[in-house]
């Protein structure tokens, strides 16, 4: 059974930093690119970033290049999201999912790890 | 950047037909997604590829893609489909979610 399960979360100021991750398991983790997705309260979903099988692509969205980076340990099939500067706007629930294989939908899903950035 | 327009909201009686919409620039040329999301829980893929189903999604979620619209169609519309539908595509190295639509059973 694939599962996918974030942590990390939690509240952080405006300006700090939090590192997300993503703990994989059922399925070959190696042989799909992930993916991150958030949902402020109450809004649509936006994705976030994703990465290559072996970590060698990654691309984000305009409004967390150069402040996150997305990563991956295929060792210990694990996704990760370093988020630094972080603003108000960046608050929600932050969800990890795996990239069908050939094409952009995101099959599984995370429970997701929800984010407040607030003084 | 490309965006992806949906109805905000789309209101079905049970047994019924619910269509869902979403419109982008040369949409047609591109592959569509729909996800499912109920509240408090993520999302769920109900089609992929514009028309394909996922293993265990009823057959009544069907799905086109033509010009600049692609489609969700909802046959015998039952009160456990009531729930938030985002489509989803790629476009210059970006994946784009629509809106979203809240689809309610009356």
């Known amino acids: 059974e694939v599962q996918l399960v974030e942590s990390g979360g939690g509240l952080v100021q405006p300006g700090g930093s939090l590192r997300l991750s993503c703990a994989a398991s059922?399925?070959?983790?190696?042989?799909?690119?992930m993916t991150w997705v958030r949902q402020a309260p109450g809004k649509g979903l936006e994705w976030v970033a994703n990465?290559?099988?072996?970590?060698?692509?990654?691309y984000y969205v305009d409004s967390v290049r150069g402040r996150f980076t997305i990563s991956r340990d295929n060792a210990k099939n694990s996704l990760y999201l370093q988020m630094n500067s972080l603003r108000a706007e960046d608050t929600a629930i932050y969800y990890c999912?795996?990239?069908?294989?050939?094409?952009?939908?995101?099959?599984?899903w995370g429970q997701g790890t929800l984010v407040t950035v607030s003084s | 950047s490309y965006e992806l327009t949906q109805p905000p909201s789309v209101s079905v009686s049970p047994g019924q037909t619910a269509s869902i919409t979403c419109s982008g620039d040369?949409?047609?040329?591109?592959?569509v997604h729909w996800y499912q999301q109920k509240p408090g829980q993520s999302p769920v893929l109900v089609i992929y590829?514009?028309?394909k189903r996922p293993s265990g999604i009823p057959e009544r979620f069907s799905g086109s893609n033509s010009v600049n619209t692609a489609t969700l169609t909802i046959s015998g519309t039952q009160a456990m489909d009531e729930a938030d539908y985002y489509c989803?595509?790629?476009?210059?190295?970006?994946?784009?979610f629509g809106g979203g639509t809240k689809l309610t059973v009356l």
């Open positions: 990465i290559k099988l072996d970590g060698s692509e990654k």
């Open positions: 590829q514009d028309t």
């Open positions: 040369k949409l047609g040329h591109k592959d």
């Open positions: 059922g399925f070959t983790f190696s042989n799909y690119w």
């Open positions: 999912a795996r990239q069908s294989y050939g094409d952009y939908s995101n099959d599984y």
């Open positions: 989803q595509a790629w476009d210059s190295s970006s994946v784009v």
